[in-house]
């Protein structure tokens, strides 16, 4: 009895701390995304490929992108990607956020977002 009692405290805990961090991960995320995009803006500017890279990289993986920076960012990206090879990993990235972000949701009726083919 007293190893259900421990487990169910410790994995309690567990999932409190998750929850915890994960709360705190989405604020930061939100705190810094206008940050990172005024700098990823500047980098364009200033033709700083490093920071095109760097911070591209940061926003790709921030929960709060939209599709407009998605697309604004593929238009900075694809303009370099000729002559700047080692933007062709963010350029990846960017066409499979941009994938995700706009993939048909489940809604009732529509088949679950799945396309029919005629076969």
């Not at 700083?48 to 960012?73: A, S, V």
């Amino acid at each position: 009895m007293k190893i259900i009692v421990i487990f169910i405290i410790v994995f309690s805990s567990l999932a409190i701390g998750y929850q915890i961090y994960r709360y705190n991960d989405i604020k930061k995320d939100a705190s810094v995304f206008d940050e990172h995009w005024q700098k990823f803006l500047k980098a364009d500017v200033l033709n700083d490929i490093e920071g095109i890279k760097f911070y591209g990289d940061k926003l790709i993986w921030n929960r709060h992108i939209e599709t407009e920076h998605l697309h604004r960012m593929n238009r900075v990206v694809t303009s370099r990607l000729e002559k700047h090879q080692e933007l062709k990993k963010l350029s990846n990235a960017i066409f499979n956020k941009n994938r995700h972000l706009e993939r048909p949701l489940p809604v009732s009726g529509n088949n679950g977002g799945r396309r029919k083919f005629d076969n």
